[in-house]
Structures are given as C-alpha cells and as structure tokens.
C-alpha cells in the first residue's frame, strides 16, 4: 500500500518524460562529432530525437514532456520544438543526475509513475516503456540499462534523489555506481533488459546497420 488512490480511469496512468538537448551545431553528440563533424552529429541528434519522441507518442494513456537542456544561447522561442501531444519544459542547473532527480520529482508529483527516457536508445520502444509501466507497479524505481554500463531509462513512483547523487556520468560505472546507491536508499528497484544507444562513430554505424537490416549485431 502507497496511501495514494489509484488514479481516475479516463485520466493519465504516468508521464514520460524525454530528456533532450536543443539541436545545435556544435552543442550535441560531441563524440560522434570528434570522428564524423558537428553536421552528421547534429543531423544524427535530430533522427534520434525525433523517432524517440514517435515511441513515446505512440505509449497510450501518459502525459508526454520533452524536457531540454537550452545548451549555450539560451532558451529558444521555437515553439514547434515540443510536437503535437507533448509539454515543452526546461532542465534545470546542475549535472546530469540533479537535473533528471528534479524532473522525476515533478513528475511524481502528480501522484503517478514518472517514466524518464533520453534522446539516443533506437531499440528503445513502446514495449520498453510498458515494462518500465508495469515494473513500477511493484518496485520503488526501474532502470533500462545500456550496454556501456549506463542506462537510457530511469522510471519512478516516489522522489528518491539520492540515487542520482555523485555518480560518475558518462562514465561506464553509472549503472554500478546507481546500484550502490540503490542500496543505500534502501529502494526496491528493477533492471530491464539492456539496450545499446548511440555516442560515437562504431555506435552510429551499428545504428546504420540496424536501420538497413533490422539487426544491431555485435
């Protein structure tokens, strides 16, 4: 038992919320920009983006956010920047971890799940975010692991910002290093299975080749 009443049938289950950086030149994907140029970077953030927030908009029943980073050059007024169905907000300062602990505290909030996802997972799909649903039916607080010792999905039902806490971002010891903390926080948590995203050249071209066939290989 949470103490919380189980929401109205005809209102939301959850929300998810897309964490993105603004497209920019030169402001995204910088390792894949080191090999391949801030317009390929810039063109892969785009693709990636944008077939992200087609899987979120195709998860039936939650509100939909696209939560993003304004980088260096301030906010923009482009309205058009949050598609048809979803809620434009702003990260706010702090690393990586403080920023996704302060969305998933609002989200939570509203007294439902918050699903937190970012912007470079391909395999990422509406299958993934109706675990992440389903998972948070029994535990504190799910992660989607990725293959580089990170995750692309973090989903929550109560505000647990400790978990977020001096991690080494970017790093391949953030999934070992939010277990610790899991641990500490005395959370139950779950893992689902673990996706690959996108950060350099080998990861774009794998991408690439997933896009032609349909498999990610090895």
């Not at 189980?6 to 030169?26: E, K, T």
């Not at 706010?92 to 302060?102: C, K, P, Q, S």
């Not at 995203?197 to 290989?217: F, L, S």
Request: aromatic share 6%; proline share 6%.
């Amino acid at each position: 038992m949470n103490g919380r009443a189980d929401p109205p049938a005809s209102g939301p289950r959850g929300s998810v919320i897309v964490f993105a950086r603004v497209p920019r030149l030169g402001q995204v994907k910088s390792r894949l920009a080191a090999t391949l140029g801030d317009a390929v970077a810039l063109e892969a953030h785009r693709q990636l983006l944008d077939a992200t927030l087609a899987t979120v908009g195709a998860c039936a029943g939650v509100e939909r956010w696209l939560c993003l980073a304004d980088g260096q050059g301030g906010p923009p007024t482009d309205a058009d920047l949050a598609p048809a169905g979803f809620r434009l907000s702003w990260q706010r300062e702090g690393d990586l971890g403080a920023r996704m602990a302060h969305a998933l505290r609002e989200g939570v909030a509203r007294g439902l799940p918050a699903v937190l996802v970012g912007c470079d997972c391909p395999p990422l799909d509406v299958r993934v975010l109706e675990s992440a649903f389903a998972a948070l039916a029994q535990v504190d607080i799910v992660f989607g692991p990725t293959e580089d010792g990170g995750y692309a999905l973090v989903g929550a039902r109560r505000d647990l910002p400790a978990v977020f806490a001096n991690i080494d971002w970017g790093s391949d010891r953030v999934m070992a290093q939010t277990r610790e903390r899991l641990v500490c926080a005395g959370a139950a948590w779950r893992e689902l299975p673990a996706l690959w995203d996108v950060d350099d050249e080998a990861d774009w071209r794998r991408w690439q080749h997933w896009r032609t066939t349909g498999n990610a290989g090895a």
